[in-house]
């Protein structure tokens, strides 16, 4: 979601962001780099800015955190928007993450955390950040080692939501599709998850 940042001014007030390095920015400028907006991204080295987001990315996000959280064994934390560390030039932010409950060390104060940590890396599909959500980031979530990613789709006229499933195969290093769910979303992985993803249920938010 979002685009990339130059180094113009975005208005004639706005500050100028500093020139790039020549090989990009690292993990460790994205949280030092002054003024930058919420939830900015970093893939491959640029930053990447979120775009005003339509009714149907927040509430989808809202619907699977809920449904997530409902049945979450203790040792499992389930955040929205934070920033997960890949390598040092890529620090995207899934939308939804599960990640496990010791690598909450911060409380509060928690910025960030590791791929080591993450066991779901959910991106809800917006127009402007189509590739992103279905070719960068899988592709370097996979490649990062997280065992599950879920990618989630508004389909048809009905604004209709539907969520692919896919599972990390350890010889491939790659994600393999296990499910596509338009109604319930139920699967054992990476804990019992049984949500209501039907249009109705997000309409009911």
């Known amino acids: ?61 809202d619907l699977l955190v809920t449904g997530l959280r409902s049945t979450a064994p203790p040792e499992v934390k389930v955040r929205r928007e934070m920033t997960v560390v890949l ?4 620090g995207p932010e899934p939308d939804v993450s599960v990640v496990r409950s010791e690598a909450d060390k911060k409380g509060m104060e928690q910025t960030s955390y590791a791929a080591a940590d993450v066991l779901l890396a959910v991106e809800v599909v917006s127009p402007e950040s189509e590739a992103r959500d279905r070719e960068a980031k899988p592709h370097k979530y996979a490649t990062a080692g997280i065992p599950h990613f879920w990618l989630v789709e508004m389909t048809g006229t009905d604004q209709h939501p539907v969520v692919r499933v896919y599972e990390l195969d350890p010889v491939t290093k790659a994600y393999a599709l296990t499910g596509i769910h338009h109604d319930r979303l139920k699967t054992g992985v990476p804990f019992p998850v049984d949500i209501d993803v039907s249009a109705e249920a997000l309409a009911a938010l």
């Open 1 to 61: 979601m979002g685009g990339t940042v130059t180094a113009e001014p975005t208005t004639a007030h706005s500050s100028r962001w500093p020139v790039p390095p020549q090989d990009g920015y690292t993990v460790d400028d994205l949280f030092t780099l002054p003024d930058l907006p919420p939830h900015t991204e970093l893939i491959d080295g640029s930053p990447v800015f979120v775009s005003p987001q339509r009714d149907f990315h927040s509430t989808m996000i």
């Open 87 to 90: 390598d040092r030039r890529n």
